[in-house]
C-alpha cells in the first residue's frame, strides 16, 4: 500500500475516500443496470457495467493527472474555460439532444459521444470565482469590483443551465455565493445579489414559459405541489420509500434489489434508494459518511493552503460535491422534491463522473502543493 501512495500524491484519505466510492459505483450499478440491459441490450447485463468500469478508470486517470498539475495553471485557464461553456451552453439550449422537454447534451460529431456542458460550466464557474476572490483579496472590503466581476457571469451561467435543469443552476448559484461569503465579499452586496437572484428567477420563469419551455416548467410545478401535498407523491418517491423500506438495517444484499426494476433511473438520480435497499441504513449512511470525510478533508485543506486561490479553489469544488450528494440523498429518503441530480463519483453517467473526477484531481493538487511545502518545511528543520 505504501508503494501506491507514492504515485497518489495530496491527502491520502481522500484517495481512500474515492476509491471506496468507485467499488460501490461498480457494485451498485451492475445490479442496478437489470432492467435497462433487457430492454436496450437483449439481456447483455456485463455491458454497462463494462462500460461504467472503463469511464470509471478514464476518470481515475484523469484525476490522478489532474494532481500532477500545478493549481495555479488552473486560474490561467479558468476565463478560457468559462467562456467555452458559455458558448456550448448556448448550443445546447437551441441545438442539444432533447429528453424529458430538456436539451441537457450536444452530440461530439465523428465520435458520436454526448457531452453535458453543464457539468463543464459548473467546474469553470467555480474555478474563476475563485480566482476572483484570490486577485481581489487585498481590497475585498473596499470594492465592489469582485462582486461585480463574479455576479454577472453567474447570472448568465446559470440562466443558461436552468432551462434544461434547475437543479444543478441553484446549486451552482448556492455554491458561488457560499464561496463569495467565505472570500470576505461585504454581506450587502450578497443581500443585493440574493434579491436580485429571486427577481432574476421569477423572469427567467416566465420568459422559459414564453419561449417554448412549457414542459419544464411544468415539470418544475409538478414537483413543487408532489413534494408539499401529503397524498402527491410521485411515482419515484413511492418507489425510493419502498427499497429503504425493504433495505431495513441491513439490506437484501447486493444484486438483490426489487424495486430497481421500477424505480426510473435506479442507476443514477435514485441510486442511493438502491444502495439502501441492498446494503442498509448501514450501507447508506457508509456512504453518507464518505462524503462527509470528503468535505473534512477539504476543509481542512482550505484551512492549511498559504494561497488564496487554492484555499478558494479546494472548498468550493468540495462543497459543489457533497451538497450536490446531500442532496441527491436528501430527495431518495423524501426531504426534497425530485431533482434530477446525479450521485457523484457512484451515479452511472459518463460526463458527471469524467467532471467529477477532474474536480477531486484539482482538489488533490492543492493538497499536493501543500503537502510539498511541509515536506520541505521539514527538511529544513533537520
Not at 207 to 216: I, Q, T
Not at 248 to 272: A, M, V, W
Not at 287 to 301: C, K, M
Request: net charge positive.
Amino acid at each position: 500500500m505504501s508503494k501506491v501512495f507514492e504515485y497518489l500524491q495530496g491527502d491520502k484519505i481522500i484517495w481512500i475516500v474515492i476509491l471506496l466510492l468507485s467499488i460501490i459505483s461498480v457494485l451498485v450499478v451492475y445490479s442496478s443496470t437489470e432492467t435497462l440491459a433487457y430492454k436496450y441490450r437483449d439481456g447483455n447485463t456485463e455491458y454497462y457495467i463494462i462500460k461504467h468500469f472503463l469511464i470509471i478508470l478514464s476518470g481515475l486517470g484523469l484525476m490522478w493527472l489532474c494532481h500532477k498539475v500545478n493549481y495555479g495553471k488552473y486560474a490561467k485557464i479558468a476565463e478560457i474555460m468559462l467562456l467555452v461553456s458559455g458558448i456550448l451552453l448556448m448550443v445546447t439550449l437551441f441545438f442539444g439532444s432533447e429528453l424529458n422537454s430538456a436539451k441537457r447534451w450536444i452530440e461530439i460529431p465523428i465520435l458520436r459521444l454526448s457531452f453535458q456542458p453543464s457539468d463543464l460550466a459548473k467546474l469553470a464557474m467555480i474555478m474563476y470565482t475563485a480566482r476572483i476572490l484570490a486577485v481581489y483579496q487585498n481590497s475585498i472590503k473596499e470594492s465592489n469590483k469582485a462582486f461585480i466581476k463574479i455576479i454577472v457571469p453567474l447570472f448568465i451561467i446559470c440562466a443558461l443551465i436552468a432551462p434544461a435543469d434547475l437543479s444543478s443552476a441553484a446549486l451552482l448559484f448556492c455554491t458561488c455565493f457560499l464561496l463569495m461569503f467565505i472570500g470576505r465579499i461585504r454581506i450587502k452586496h450578497l443581500f443585493v445579489g440574493s434579491a436580485a437572484a429571486v427577481i432574476f428567477a421569477l423572469v427567467l420563469y416566465a420568459c422559459a414559459s414564453l419561449a417554448g419551455f412549457e414542459g419544464r416548467t411544468e415539470t418544475w410545478k409538478t414537483r413543487a405541489q408532489n413534494f408539499m401535498q401529503d397524498d402527491g407523491d410521485s411515482w419515484q418517491s413511492v418507489q425510493a420509500k419502498i427499497a429503504i423500506a425493504n433495505g431495513g438495517l441491513i439490506g437484501n444484499g447486493p444484486g438483490n434489489s426489487e424495486q430497481s426494476n421500477y424505480l426510473p433511473h435506479p442507476y443514477s438520480d435514485f441510486i442511493y434508494a438502491i444502495i439502501i435497499e441492498e446494503y442498509g441504513l448501514l450501507g447508506g449512511l457508509l456512504v453518507a459518511v464518505l462524503y462527509l470525510i470528503l468535505l473534512f478533508r477539504s476543509v481542512r485543506i482550505f484551512i492549511k493552503s498559504p494561497k488564496a486561490f487554492g484555499a478558494m479553489l479546494a472548498v468550493g469544488l468540495s462543497i459543489s460535491l457533497v451538497v450536490q450528494a446531500l442532496m441527491n440523498m436528501a430527495v431518495a429518503v423524501e426531504l426534497l422534491p425530485v431533482t434530477g441530480l446525479v450521485l457523484p463519483m457512484i451515479s452511472m453517467g459518463g460526463t458527471s463522473l469524467i467532471f467529477t473526477s477532474i474536480s477531486i484531481g484539482i482538489i488533490l493538487s492543492v493538497s499536493r502543493y501543500i503537502e510539498e511545502i511541509e515536506n520541505s518545511n521539514q527538511s529544513l528543520v533537520k
